[in-house]
């Protein structure tokens, strides 16, 4: 591995080194006024495997709040599938290629450059096929239809019902258990019989789902990975967790 090059040195009467990685993912170094040259490169060496592994972290970071993922995917990243976890496998072809296999998702290279955009349309037909056969399951058990089902982009929110009775659902809960999905669906279906967080309307979630809370617990630790904007290096805990 090559020294990490130094982009900002600063100098002052501190006494010890400091390493600070930029939003931009540049090195800032931070060293006493009087430290030979040599001793702070020596030292900034020493560091290289933290340095590279926070940088990108850092650029992780700044590529998920500007919407794409910090570095190109690449075979042996993982893809979520309704809980499931896929070794992305990136093959030579001649044809444009995208097949989810038992224990793998093929993809093309001829497809990288657009692989954020093309998964999340994969994950998007993969949930339009699940979706209203879902709702459909659950309205009747609630006893309440809505006036329209879509898939919705939102940033923030995992589902949403109007008061005109659209349900959204959002489109990242492709990758989550198909528990996790049903409870989303759930909790916004009960909107309809009560469009506030009222007792009531907890205990129609619970009617149907008894044990929601573990559910939404799931989707408050694990909701983050539910994304395309990170590289995952993780398989996704799954729903019920496994025991201990």
Avoid at 107 to 127: E, G, R, V
Avoid at 184 to 189: A, G, N, P, R, S
């Amino acid at each position: 591995m090559n020294p990490p090059k130094i982009d900002r040195l600063i100098r002052s009467k501190r006494k010890t080194l400091a390493l600070i990685i930029r939003p931009d993912g540049s090195l800032e170094v931070r060293a006493p006024l009087h430290l030979p040259q040599k001793d702070i490169l020596d030292w900034v060496a020493s560091k290289s495997s933290w340095i590279e592994k926070h940088r990108q972290q850092v650029l992780q970071v700044q590529a998920e709040k500007a919407g794409s993922p910090a570095r190109p995917f690449q075979s042996g990243d993982l893809v979520y599938v309704m809980g499931k976890t896929y070794p992305l496998r990136v093959i030579q072809t001649r044809t444009e290629t995208l097949r989810l296999e038992t224990t793998r998702l093929v993809m093309s290279s001829d497809l990288l450059p657009n692989a954020h955009t093309i998964l999340q349309q994969f994950l998007t037909n993969f949930l339009n096929l699940t979706l209203p056969l879902r709702v459909a399951k659950f309205s009747e058990l609630i006893g309440k239809k809505p006036a329209k089902v879509r898939i919705s982009k939102a940033r923030t929110r995992w589902g949403s019902c109007s008061s005109n009775g659209n349900l959204a659902v959002n489109w990242r809960l492709a990758m989550a258990p198909l528990e996790i999905l049903d409870y989303i669906i759930v909790h916004e279906l009960a909107h309809l019989k009560h469009p506030n967080h009222s007792r009531a309307f907890w205990a129609e979630v619970a009617r149907i789902l008894p044990d929601y809370k573990a559910r939404k617990q799931w989707l408050r630790q694990y909701g983050t990975w539910l994304t395309l904007e990170r590289i995952n290096d993780q398989p996704l805990p799954p729903y019920p967790p496994a025991a201990k």
